[in-house]
T-cell receptor
Framework: DQQVKQNSPSLSVQEGRISILNCDYT??????FLWYKKYPAEGPTFLIS?????DKNEDGRFTVFLNKSAKHLSLHIVPSQPGDSAVYFC????????????FGKGTRLSVIA | DSGVTQTPKHLITATGQRVTLRCSPR?????VYWYQQSLDQGLQFLIQ???????AKGNILERFSAQQFPDLHSELNLSSLELGDSALYFC????????????FGQGTRLTVV
């Protein structure tokens, strides 16, 4: 049973526009959520995180929104740049970080110049 | 550079063989996690060690085992290898079980032929 779901395997966006990547989760015990970016032949790199006590966290061009009632989070990238083209993974953990990260299957973002 | 080192980067071996993957966590990180990424799949959690002790187990086959040594490096042993074990194996580390990000190594690509 997939506890973290990324239902869009791929997304294509024009350079300069907004990219919105979505993630749904089923485990109500999750209280910490993260987004990782992964380039080919590299390990995942941490991008941004949000605690369940917040509904928004911003870091430069990246903003993560959390809707606990809907068990949904999203990552907004504005403006999108060609270098943002990568696979983005949503991840979650529970109990104040005491459980391993559970990952979604990823969304491949292509930013077209 | 995440500070997490995995060796080897690539490994090709035959079915039925046994291999050992090695991970050196970031300096001072006590928690080590192992993940498997098969084709078109997300990262599947295998096992976690914390300061030398097994902390959590995920979808790890009985043919697989791991350990964490006093210097905190970890090894993942895969035996009786099958074609389906071909995958990317990632190691990640965190300082403690807190709501912080995990840092990933570049992975070991295992090909079983």
């Amino acid at each position: 049973d997939q506890q973290v779901k990324q239902n869009s395997p791929s997304l294509s966006v024009q350079e300069g526009r907004i990219s919105i990547l979505n993630c749904d989760y089923t485990n109500s015990m999750f209280d910490y959520f993260l987004w990782y970016k992964k380039y080919p032949a590299e390990g995942p790199t941490f991008l941004i995180s949000i605690s369940s006590i917040k509904d928004k966290n911003e870091d430069g061009r990246f903003t993560v929104f959390l809707n606990k009632s809907a068990k949904h989070l999203s990552l907004h990238i504005v403006p999108s740049q060609p270098g943002d083209s990568a696979v983005y993974f949503c991840a979650a953990s529970a109990l104040g970080g005491n459980t391993p990260l559970v990952f979604g299957k990823g969304t491949r973002l292509s930013v077209i110049a | 550079d995440s500070g997490v080192t995995q060796t080897p980067k690539h490994l090709i071996t035959a079915t039925g063989q046994r291999v050992t993957l090695r991970c050196s966590p970031r300096s001072g990180d006590l928690s080590v996690y192992w993940y498997q990424q098969s084709l078109d799949q997300g990262l599947q959690f295998l096992i976690q060690y914390y300061n030398g002790e097994e902390r959590a187990k995920g979808n790890i086959l009985e043919r697989f085992s791991a350990q964490q040594f006093p210097d905190l490096h970890s090894e993942l042993n895969l035996s009786s290898l099958e074609l389906g074990d071909s995958a990317l194996y990632f190691c990640a580390s965190k300082p403690r079980d807190l709501n912080t990000e995990a840092f990933f190594g570049q992975g070991t690509r295992l090909t079983v032929v």
